[in-house]
């Protein structure tokens, strides 16, 4: 971690003070902060400069850090600094309630700028714009350098105690990370050459995606390397992307486990803030939750103590210091994030359009000494999908109880402009007029010129739909005519639809030095690369399995139809397979499923003869995922209903006895839909296979990720029943991996018989 700070994250660390308050700021201050600095920067008379860098090295006791910044105009000839900040508050508001963050950070500037220039004083400005109304007002100070002196000696005093802490871990993280050696007595076949291969990716400031068998151990081999690589100094840093829970859990245990074998780095886990939260209900206001209120004044003491006492700043460690100082354990971690070389964290917090990290994702030098590993990356194509997706109705916006006659008025209006739009089902639009999107725009500011004024909590109705707004025009700023249309589902309601994310996931990639993509299932290799956005320079690298492919019996009984037409009628005969499969031996179980409903179906059928189902619900909780899957480790026999590509039927480790076989009905295939047709249609303009884009290859996916399940280990034997008439097509059994053998079998006493022999 060098001794680089940018004056914002300085600032940020040692002066915040006071209350968490979630406040409700204008969309504009992200979408249109630019613009509005421009327009004022335009403004400035010719002696003035625009964007400043400013640098410089500030000593503290015991050391120096190098401070960078960007002044937003200098007048060179007056000495003055001007700081521009967009808000939503009036003068008033600011005059009572100043800003101290926003001059401490001006202060910072004056500060580097006077020493570079040998001045005496320097002078101050911090110009405000309102969104409203563009209304500008400005604030002016002239301070002595010998002010600004002493005001630095206090921030660097603060900083100290947390920078001699960084410093002295530093050497002893490095050199820990460069002696580190691998945690087991041997690498599994495959897993020494995925290591290889992305540490050489590291080194190479490319892009790599790996396919490796579910069980070698992709977790261990990209983070081994990728921590081997920041001790030679190649890298600073690495964010683990998963969109699981369960995988965040694996990434944190091996971490863990290097940690028993002499690493010392700081690693910080991302969790959810509805997740993370200590308070009885999610409420992020000082009179609403403990934690929020005086927040920042404990934040440096907890810094300090969970630093001083711990490497790993998992969930559970950093909601236990959280609760000693009395700290918002999701503010926490964020901060903590500043000073951990590892991030572990979902999706969201690298490509999403609004819930990314701000403080990774906007330090492009930070980024450009990061690597990204993202896994089980074969589901970032359809959650890329859904980030950059959204939906409106005229029916939402006219349940809604509004606050004021203006703003009711404005719902009114944009709820008519949307039954205008989507009058016709099943209408596509490559564009819609500026007065649809000026409706919303007028309607959000309203809403937030009311909110930043309100002193009681928002109707929660009316705050969601003010942020379903938000988002709505936040993803427009991501719209091309390629790979996004607007689409009605239904009458009165409007679809915005990312068909192609690979442009969005693209733009991401981009901004960090390496990328590492890994899955069990990126096959067909071309399909991923395009979709995740890895672009043409990408490498990729396929394992073969380093398990005996002997030591699984995958049975399939053709003409055994289980389309939806003919559901009802092949249901006696899927539930007499199905009890052969999972009580000729006594074992655990898992049968899968490409519904709740066709699960609920066949678990109806099968409640004669089962006695040990274990069904998954449609709403579960974290504890109610982790107590459905501890069952399987601690008793037997144990027969799991599931739904394919849910929480069970990916990144869960059932090894040995804990999970004997695995059933899975039907190919999986996303059901025919208006918006699926229309991801097929996009493709098959470029010139792919549309219909393998848009409904087999994310299906048979799914498929191979849920058999993954069954061998974790070269000691593992277990059975795999596919049901479903299509299997043996030619074009799908290509797909499926090489090494299964499947077998078919004429009737269930043919199973049975196949299931014997195969134990014997």
Same mark, same amino acid.
């Given at each position: 971690?060098?001794?680089?700070?940018?004056?914002?994250?300085?600032?940020?660390?040692?002066?915040?003070?006071?209350?968490?308050?979630?406040?409700?700021?204008?969309?504009?201050?992200?979408?249109?902060?630019?613009?509005?600095?421009?327009?004022? #920067?335009?403004?400035?008379?010719?002696?003035?400069?625009?964007?400043?860098?400013?640098?410089?090295?500030?000593?503290?006791?015991?050391?120096? @850090?190098?401070?960078?910044?960007?002044?937003?105009?200098?007048?060179?000839? /007056?000495?003055?600094?001007?700081?521009?900040?967009?808000?939503?508050?009036?003068?008033?508001?600011?005059?009572?309630?100043?800003?101290?963050?926003?001059?401490?950070?001006?202060?910072?500037?004056?500060?580097?700028?006077?020493?570079?220039?040998?001045?005496?004083?320097?002078?101050?400005?911090?110009?405000? @714009?309102?969104?409203?109304?563009?209304?500008?007002?400005? =604030?002016?100070?002239?301070?002595?350098?010998?002010?600004?002196? /002493?005001?630095?000696?206090?921030?660097?005093?603060?900083?100290?105690?947390?920078?001699?802490?960084? /410093?002295?871990?530093?050497?002893?993280?490095?050199?820990?990370?460069?002696?580190?050696?691998?945690?087991?007595?041997?690498?599994?076949?495959?897993?020494?050459?995925?290591?290889?291969?992305?540490?050489?990716?590291? #080194?190479?400031?490319?892009?790599?995606?790996?396919?490796?068998?579910?069980?070698?151990?992709?977790?261990?081999?990209?983070?081994?390397?990728?921590?081997?690589? @920041?001790?030679?100094?190649?890298?600073?840093?690495?964010?683990?992307?998963?969109?699981?829970?369960?995988?965040?859990?694996?990434?944190?245990?091996?971490?863990?486990?290097?940690?028993?074998?002499?690493?010392?780095?700081?690693?910080?886990?991302?969790?959810?803030?509805?997740?993370?939260?200590?308070?009885?209900?999610?409420?992020?206001?000082?009179?609403?939750?403990?934690?929020?209120?005086?927040?920042?004044?404990?934040?440096?003491?907890?810094?300090?103590?969970?630093?001083?006492?711990?490497?790993?700043?998992?969930?559970? +460690?950093?909601?236990?210091?959280?609760?000693?100082?009395?700290?918002?354990?999701?503010?926490?971690?964020?901060?903590?994030?500043? !000073?951990?070389?590892?991030?572990?964290?979902?999706?969201?917090?690298?490509?999403?359009?609004?819930?990314?990290?701000?403080?990774?994702?906007?330090?492009?030098?930070?980024?450009?000494?990061?690597?990204?590993?993202?896994?089980?990356?074969?589901?970032?194509?359809?959650?890329?999908?859904?980030?950059?997706?959204?939906?409106?109705?005229?029916?939402?916006?006219?349940?809604?109880?509004?606050?004021?006659?203006?703003?009711?008025?404005?719902?009114?209006?944009?709820?008519?402009?949307?039954?205008?739009?989507?009058?016709?089902?099943? +209408?596509?639009?490559?564009?819609?007029?500026?007065?649809?999107?000026?409706?919303?725009?007028?309607?959000?500011?309203?809403?937030?010129?009311?909110?930043?004024?309100?002193?009681?909590?928002?109707?929660?109705?009316?705050?969601?739909?003010?942020?379903?707004?938000?988002?709505?025009?936040?993803?427009?700023?991501? $719209?091309?005519?390629?790979?996004? +249309?607007?689409?009605?589902?239904?009458?009165?309601?409007?679809?915005?639809?990312?068909?192609?994310?690979?442009?969005?996931?693209?733009?991401?990639?981009?901004?960090?030095?390496?990328?590492?993509?890994?899955?069990?299932?990126?096959?067909?290799?071309?399909?991923?690369?395009?979709?995740?956005?890895?672009?043409?320079?990408?490498?990729?690298?396929? !394992?073969?399995?380093?398990?005996?492919?002997?030591?699984?019996?995958?049975?399939?009984?053709?003409?055994?139809?289980?389309? $939806?037409?003919?559901?009802?009628?092949?249901?006696?005969?899927?539930?007499?397979?199905?009890?052969?499969?999972?009580?000729?031996?006594?074992?655990?179980?898992?049968?899968?499923?490409?519904?709740?409903? $066709?699960?609920? #179906?066949?678990?109806?059928?099968?409640?004669?003869?089962?006695?040990?189902?274990?069904?998954?619900?449609?709403?579960?909780?974290?504890?109610?995922?982790?107590?459905?899957?501890?069952?399987?480790?601690?008793?037997?026999?144990?027969?799991?209903?599931?739904?394919?590509?849910?929480?069970?039927?990916?990144?869960?480790?059932?090894?040995?006895?804990?999970?004997?076989?695995?059933?899975?009905?039907?190919?999986?295939?996303?059901?025919?839909?208006?918006?699926?047709?229309?991801?097929?249609?996009?493709?098959?303009?470029?010139?792919?296979?549309?219909?393998?884009?848009? =409904?087999?290859?994310?299906?048979?996916?799914?498929?191979?990720?849920?058999?993954?399940?069954? @061998?974790?280990?070269?000691?593992?034997?277990?059975?795999?029943?596919?049901?479903?008439?299509? $299997?043996?097509?030619?074009?799908?059994?290509?797909?499926?991996?090489?090494?299964?053998?499947?077998?078919?079998?004429?009737?269930?006493?043919?199973?049975?018989?196949?299931?014997?022999?195969?134990?014997?």
């Amino acid at each position: 971690m060098k001794n680089h700070w940018s004056v914002r994250k300085l600032v940020a660390l040692t002066l915040r003070s006071g209350d968490i308050d979630s406040g409700f700021l204008s969309h504009k201050r992200a979408q249109e902060g630019i613009r509005l600095h421009q327009k004022l #920067q335009r403004d400035y008379p010719p002696s003035f400069q625009s964007e400043v860098e400013i640098t410089g090295t500030v000593a503290y006791d015991g050391g120096e @850090i190098h401070l960078e910044g960007r002044i937003d105009g200098v007048d060179e000839d /007056a000495n003055l600094l001007d700081e521009i900040k967009s808000t939503v508050y009036t003068k008033e508001a600011i005059d009572a309630r100043p800003d101290e963050l926003h001059w401490a950070q001006l202060k910072c500037y004056g500060y580097l700028y006077a020493k570079a220039k040998g001045l005496d004083e320097v002078h101050l400005r911090l110009t405000y @714009i309102r969104i409203e109304d563009e209304d500008v007002f400005r =604030y002016e100070k002239t301070m002595a350098f010998a002010e600004l002196d /002493a005001f630095m000696d206090e921030v660097m005093a603060r900083f100290q105690r947390i920078q001699k802490r960084l /410093a002295d871990f530093e050497a002893l993280s490095l050199a820990s990370a460069k002696a580190l050696r691998f945690p087991y007595d041997y690498f599994r076949p495959g897993q020494r050459d995925m290591a290889v291969a992305v540490y050489n990716m590291i #080194q190479s400031e490319g892009t790599l995606l790996v396919q490796a068998p579910t069980g070698i151990g992709k977790t261990i081999a990209t983070l081994f390397s990728s921590i081997k690589a @920041i001790g030679e100094g190649l890298i600073g840093g690495v964010f683990y992307a998963t969109g699981r829970s369960t995988q965040k859990t694996v990434a944190t245990d091996t971490l863990a486990l290097l940690k028993e074998k002499g690493l010392r780095i700081k690693s910080t886990e991302l969790v959810a803030k509805e997740k993370a939260c200590l308070n009885d209900t999610l409420n992020c206001t000082p009179e609403a939750c403990p934690y929020a209120k005086g927040h920042f004044d404990r934040l440096l003491d907890g810094i300090v103590d969970i630093y001083d006492h711990a490497d790993l700043f998992d969930g559970p +460690t950093v909601a236990r210091y959280a609760e000693m100082h009395r700290l918002c354990p999701f503010e926490f971690a964020l901060d903590l994030s500043n !000073l951990s070389p590892i991030l572990i964290g979902d999706y969201n917090y690298i490509f999403h359009p609004k819930s990314y990290l701000e403080r990774l994702m906007e330090d492009r030098d930070r980024l450009k000494s990061t690597c990204l590993l993202v896994d089980e990356a074969h589901n970032l194509i359809d959650r890329g999908r859904d980030m950059y997706s959204s939906s409106l109705s005229a029916e939402e916006l006219e349940s809604v109880d509004y606050p004021t006659k203006k703003i009711k008025s404005l719902a009114e209006d944009l709820a008519e402009k949307i039954r205008a739009v989507a009058a016709v089902e099943d +209408t596509t639009y490559d564009r819609l007029d500026d007065e649809f999107s000026e409706s919303v725009e007028d309607f959000i500011d309203a809403a937030a010129n009311y909110l930043a004024r309100l002193k009681a909590e928002p109707e929660e109705d009316f705050l969601e739909l003010y942020f379903r707004l938000l988002d709505w025009q936040n993803l427009n700023l991501y $719209y091309d005519e390629d790979r996004f +249309t607007f689409f009605v589902p239904e009458k009165n309601k409007l679809r915005l639809v990312c068909l192609d994310p690979s442009r969005v996931l693209s733009a991401r990639r981009e901004l960090f030095r390496s990328a590492v993509y890994f899955s069990a299932t990126l096959s067909p290799m071309d399909y991923h690369s395009y979709c995740l956005g890895a672009g043409e320079d990408r490498k990729t690298m396929v !394992l073969d399995s380093p398990f005996d492919p002997a030591h699984l019996l995958i049975l399939h009984p053709p003409g055994l139809s289980t389309k $939806y037409k003919d559901r009802a009628r092949t249901l006696p005969e899927i539930s007499r397979y199905l009890q052969a499969f999972s009580t000729t031996r006594e074992g655990n179980f898992i049968h899968f499923f490409p519904s709740y409903a $066709y699960k609920d #179906q066949v678990y109806a059928a099968c409640t004669e003869w089962e006695e040990c189902g274990h069904d998954q619900a449609r709403s579960m909780t974290e504890k109610e995922r982790a107590d459905y899957i501890d069952r399987f480790r601690n008793e037997r026999p144990v027969h799991g209903y599931g739904v394919m590509g849910g929480a069970f039927s990916e990144g869960v480790d059932l090894s040995g006895e804990a999970l004997m076989g695995v059933s899975i009905l039907t190919l999986s295939l996303p059901g025919l839909s208006r918006e699926r047709e229309l991801i097929k249609n996009r493709f098959n303009r470029l010139g792919k296979d549309g219909y393998a884009y848009a =409904y087999t290859y994310p299906g048979l996916t799914k498929v191979v990720q849920a058999a993954g399940r069954i @061998i974790r280990s070269h000691s593992d034997r277990g059975q795999l029943l596919l049901l479903d008439d299509r $299997y043996l097509r030619p074009d799908i059994r290509a797909l499926l991996p090489a090494h299964w053998q499947v077998e078919t079998v004429a009737s269930v006493d043919d199973m049975i018989e196949k299931i014997n022999a195969f134990w014997r």
